[in-house]
């Protein structure tokens, strides 16, 4: 027996005071209306109306329990409204996740647009290099970089995610600027220390780069510091020490203002792949749909791609 169907059921006899009218309004059979009473109160255990030939009439017992169904009803309606309300008006925390240099750097600058059109959701941001679980920890989205390996998720692709070979005008002033990858060999090289495993740990020995005739030259590099945060390969690159590669989201004012230039832009660096990354249950939330078209919006989209 469906209990909240025979609530209504018993409800609805009640108030038209007749099994018939009830039908009626129910779209039910007077048999099937019928039915439904003598299951609920079968559940009880007590009677729920007085039933004659001409008419009916509620039991102690029956008025009490109507009285407490009419409640019960009236809180299911409100909690199924407050659904649909959630579903038509985003709220609530969004929490996304991101590599440490794009969240600082490219989405935290760009959060007021999407906050301007969801005043009421507050964004829970994690910026980690770690592969979080959305799943398991709870993430709404995550914008996640390199090759994907997430056949749980959809992934909507980005714009690449570009690097620039630059220097400070001191350090290029004292040792002079590069004019081809070889020239690398002669320069202090700042390296970026990737995790254990991570596909780009290559770069920590040497730096590729596609040529202006389109074949690739790989060069051995090494200098006199590696560090694992890239605002701090940034500050080692603006103090002086050397070249450094690094993401063109995090250079791009300081090359504008001059503290940084960039170098050996014949020949193209390399590019990661980037992609939005959500939970397919999760894509009916008016917060997270919201977030998507923001993403796509801000920093470019293509066709999505099942993950």
Known sequence: MDLHQAMQVFVAVVDAGSLTTAGQRLEMSTTMVGNHLRALEQRLGLPLLNRTTRRQSLTPFGAQYHARCVDILGQIDAAERLAEDAQASP????????????????????????????????????????????????FDAALRLGTLNTPRLVARRLRDYGLSLCASPDYLARRGEPQQPQDLAAHDCLVFTYPAGTEWRWTEQQWRFAAPDGGEVAVPVRGP????????????????????????????????????????????????????????????????????AFALRAFGGGAGVEG
Do not use: C, W
């Open 91 to 138: 709220g609530g925390t969004l929490r996304i996740t991101a590599t440490p240099a794009f969240g600082a750097e490219a989405l935290m600058p760009r959060l007021p647009d999407y906050l301007a059109l969801q005043p009421a959701v507050q964004v829970d941001v994690v910026l980690t290099d770690r592969l979080v679980d959305l799943v398991d920890e709870g």
């Open 225 to 292: 510091v590696s560090v694992n945060h890239a605002q701090a390969l940034r500050r080692a690159a603006l103090a002086g020490l050397g070249l450094a590669m690094l993401p063109e989201v995090m250079v791009a004012d300081d090359v504008a203002q001059g503290r940084l230039r960039p170098l050996l832009q014949p020949y193209a660096l390399p590019r990661r792949p980037m992609h939005l990354l959500y939970a397919p249950e999760r894509q009916r939330s008016p917060k997270l749909q919201g977030f998507i």
